[in-house]
């Protein structure tokens, strides 16, 4: 079996793994008992990751905010932040198509209670533009918060994160990154430059258990920590309650430190070994990259394969896991709302996600190929199609 799905879950790093069942295993206290000893111990645990994760982030540990994963993180920041600038009459929200959908379905949430969402659209590559963000700001002097995802977990495009946060600076709106794909990938620069003033995360897009994430929230930016979600026990300062899952967190704590540690070795890594599979399949059966081959993260290639349906591709090779640019629902298959806005339309169902993570080797690289390749041409064979 050759893992290229690592946009979706990438496996666990040995250290993370190990921390985790370590944490696990060992300290039952709840982080937030400060009386008994084994609350203080897992304290103790919990400030510690939070250290780790800031620093990886070349943050502060009171800028970090621990959730179960990016869902809820965006969830939070989207509703939180919305709900408590209503109090000063600002009700707008800006994204842009491409989003995840746990900050789309957000966005359309609000509508329902009495919020305006703008979503700008991509361009054929899915990159928002700048000047669109800047004019909607404008437009809108009631705008409570911009959401532009760092990096699209479908193609790979990163966004000008750099640009939009100047506009958002220059109207005063706080500018949220969901940075899930980003993080490890790219470099995440969160310095006084232009940058975000919050970003989301999850731990296991990034060597990390699953049901981990946190949210970093710049201290002194413009809309505050976002409105609660989660009400009770008072838990991260008040912020987000509920225990703490230590030892996911932990283990993300761990995974971060050592994807911070190896970054530029691991990101070169990436980009060749994606160029690898890429021009294998470019050259051999004419499949198109889509997204931006400039700008664009190193771990993912989204490719349209001409005259082969996606989700019979990925069927008939089934040594390869990857994902498809649609999905199958009761209903029938739909193409991804991602490809639809850059323009797709019925492409989109020939389009195939591959992704790849430290543990890819140049031999599954090539073997997957191979077999992509094999699969391909006698699919088109059977449609009376030529592999060129
Ligand atoms: N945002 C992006 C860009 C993602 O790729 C994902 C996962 O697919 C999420 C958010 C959701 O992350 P989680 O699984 O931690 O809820």
Not at 360 to 373: I, K, N, W
Request: with cysteine; aromatic share 4%.
């Amino acid at each position: 079996f050759i893992y290229l799905n690592h946009a979706a879950a990438t496996p666990i790093l040995p250290r993370a793994a190990a921390v985790a069942a370590d944490v696990a295993g060992r300290l039952y206290g709840n982080p937030s008992s400060t009386t008994d000893f084994a609350g203080r111990a897992a304290g103790e645990v919990a400030a510690h990751a939070r250290r780790c994760c800031a620093d990886s982030l070349g943050r502060r540990p009171s800028e970090i905010y621990f959730t179960s994963g990016a869902t809820e993180a965006n969830n939070w920041v989207i509703k939180g932040t919305l709900w408590r600038a209503a109090r000063s009459a600002r009700r707008h929200l800006i994204t842009q198509a491409t989003e995840h959908a746990s900050v789309l379905e957000s966005a359309h949430s609000l509508r329902g209670d009495g919020f305006d969402v703008t979503i700008l659209p991509v361009n054929s590559v899915g990159m928002v533009d700048p000047a669109d963000v800047a004019r909607a700001l404008r437009e809108r002097p009631d705008t409570a918060l911009v959401s532009v995802m760092w990096v699209n977990n479908e193609t790979g495009t990163v966004q000008p994160v750099a640009e939009v946060a100047e506009a958002c600076r220059v109207a005063g709106v706080p500018f949220h990154a969901d940075a899930t794909q980003a993080y490890g990938r790219v470099p995440i620069g969160l310095g006084p430059g232009p940058a975000p003033d919050l970003i989301t995360l999850s731990a296991h897009k990034a060597g990390g258990p699953r049901g981990a994430g946190l949210l970093w929230v710049r201290a002194g930016a413009p809309g505050g920590v976002p409105a609660p979600l989660l009400h009770g026990g008072g838990q991260e300062r008040g912020a987000r309650a509920g225990t703490l899952n230590l030892a996911a967190i932990a283990g993300m704590a761990a995974a971060m430190v050592d994807v911070g540690r190896d970054f530029e070795q691991a990101t070169a890594r990436l980009a060749s070994l994606r160029d690898r599979l890429e021009t294998r399949l470019v050259e051999a059966l004419g499949a198109v990259v889509v997204g931006n081959r400039t700008q664009r993260a190193p771990h993912i290639s989204s490719l349209r394969v001409p005259g082969v349906p996606a989700l019979e591709l990925l069927k008939a090779a089934p040594r390869v896991g990857a994902a498809a640019g649609a999905a199958c629902h009761a209903a029938g298959i739909d193409p991804s709302h991602v490809l639809v806005a850059m323009g797709h339309g019925e492409q989109s169902f020939e389009v195939i996600r591959l992704s790849i993570g430290p543990q890819t080797t140049d031999a599954e690289v090539d073997e997957a190929a191979e077999l992509l390749l094999q699969v391909v041409r006698s699919l088109r064979s059977v449609k009376g199609l030529r592999t060129p």
